[in-house]
C-alpha cells in the first residue's frame, strides 16, 4: 500500500477517539469560505462556459495563458494521467518525495529511478516537486529550465506553491515542461479536487481525452473561480501560515524537535524517534505524518488557530 497523510480513520481506529486535529497533511487548516453556491452549480453537468470561467481564474492567478491550462480533479489526477501522455520507457524522480508520482509511473510500465540530486535526473521523464514534500527543499525558476534541458519531459509537480509564487516556473516554462498546481492545500478545499496541468495544448488534449468528460465538479469549478480571484484572502493566508508555521518551530523546538525543513504549509521536525512522537501526539488526538523511510522524520500541518496551538503544546510537553 502507498502511504499518505490524511488516514485519519486509521489514526482513529489505532488510537480511539473521535475529536482528532489532522496535522497529517499539508492542507491549509484555515480554508476559505466560499459564497453560497447557486443551484446551477449542483443540478447541471458542468459547461464549457463554467470551465472558461474557471480556467480564466487560473489564467490571472498561476500567469499562464488559458490555453495552457487544464482543470483536473486534483493534481493528483494529473500525475496518475503523465505517464500515458509522455513516451517513453525511463523515468527519474528526485527523491525523498510525495510517493504518487514513482508509484504512477511504475504502475503504467515504466523503469523508475529515484535519485537523490538534481543532476541525476535524466531519462524520458522526469519528475521534481517544488517545493518539496516533505523537505521544503526547493528550486528557483532558472534552475528548472536548466534540468529541463537534458530530459525528455520535465513534470513540475507546485503543488505547495501557492505562497511561493517566485519559486514556480510558469512564466520561464519550456515546451517540455508540465507544471502540476493543486488547489485544494493552500485554500483548504482538498474535498473538492480540483487541480491543474499546464502545458503544451497537444499534451493537455490527451490528458483531457483520458479525463473523459466532466472530470471537475460543478461545485468545484464554481468554488474555484471564486476563490482564484480572491487576492485579498490569499494575501492575508500567506502571512498567516507564515507567522504560524514560526509559532508551530517555536513549539516544537521547545520540544527539543530539530526542524529539518517545510513549507508555509507544512513543517518537517527531526525527533530520537518519530513513532514515539506520533504516538505522544495521538495521545492528545493530534494526527502527524511519519515516514516508513526514515525514523526521526515527522511531519505537521500548520494548526489552524490558536487552541489547535494550545492542544499541540499541550501534548508535547505533557508527561511521557
Not at 500515458?84 to 504518487?100: C, D, I, K, W
Not at 508509484?103 to 522526469?126: I, K, N, P, Y
Request: no cysteine; hydrophobic share 45%; aromatic share 8%.
Amino acid at each position: 500500500m502507498r502511504d499518505h497523510g490524511g488516514d485519519i480513520d486509521l489514526a482513529a481506529l489505532g488510537h480511539g477517539g473521535t475529536d482528532w486535529i489532522d496535522l497529517s497533511t499539508g492542507i491549509n487548516r484555515r480554508p476559505y469560505n466560499p459564497a453560497p453556491l447557486s443551484p446551477h452549480a449542483f443540478q447541471a453537468l458542468p459547461t464549457q462556459a463554467d470551465q472558461a470561467r474557471l480556467i480564466a481564474a487560473a489564467s490571472a492567478r498561476y500567469g499562464a495563458s488559458p490555453e495552457h491550462i487544464l482543470p483536473l480533479a486534483g493534481a493528483s489526477a494529473a500525475i496518475q494521467l503523465m505517464p500515458h501522455v509522455v513516451a517513453g520507457q525511463r523515468a527519474t524522480v528526485l527523491s525523498p518525495t510525495y510517493n504518487e508520482h514513482a508509484a504512477s509511473l511504475r504502475a503504467a510500465g515504466w523503469q523508475v529511478d529515484e535519485v537523490t540530486d538534481a543532476e541525476s535526473l535524466g531519462g524520458d521523464l522526469a519528475v521534481i516537486v517544488n517545493p518539496n514534500n516533505p523537505d521544503g527543499r526547493s528550486f528557483a525558476p532558472t534552475e528548472i529550465v536548466q534540468i529541463a534541458a537534458r530530459v525528455g519531459h520535465l513534470v513540475v509537480d507546485e503543488s505547495f506553491a501557492d505562497p511561493r509564487p517566485d519559486l514556480s516556473v510558469v512564466a520561464l516554462r519550456p515546451e517540455n515542461v508540465t507544471v502540476l498546481r493543486s488547489f485544494g492545500k493552500f485554500w483548504g478545499l482538498a474535498g473538492l479536487r480540483l487541480g491543474f496541468a499546464i502545458g503544451q495544448p497537444a499534451l493537455l488534449a490527451h490528458m483531457a481525452e483520458r479525463a473523459g468528460p466532466w472530470s471537475v465538479s460543478g461545485p468545484a469549478l464554481e468554488i474555484g473561480t471564486q476563490a482564484l480571484s480572491d487576492d485579498a484572502w490569499a494575501e492575508a493566508a500567506v502571512t498567516w501560515l507564515a507567522e504560524a508555521a514560526l509559532h508551530l518551530d517555536q513549539i516544537a523546538g521547545a520540544a527539543g524537535w530539530q526542524l529539518t525543513g517545510g513549507t508555509h504549509l507544512f513543517r518537517l521536525y527531526d525527533t530520537p524517534d518519530a513513532k514515539a512522537a506520533q504516538a505522544q501526539l495521538a495521545r492528545a488526538g493530534i494526527w502527524s505524518r511519519i515516514f516508513p523511510w526514515h525514523p526521526t522524520w515527522i511531519r505537521l500541518g500548520i494548526p489552524g488557530n490558536r487552541a489547535e496551538f494550545d492542544r499541540v503544546q499541550a501534548a508535547l510537553t505533557a508527561p511521557g
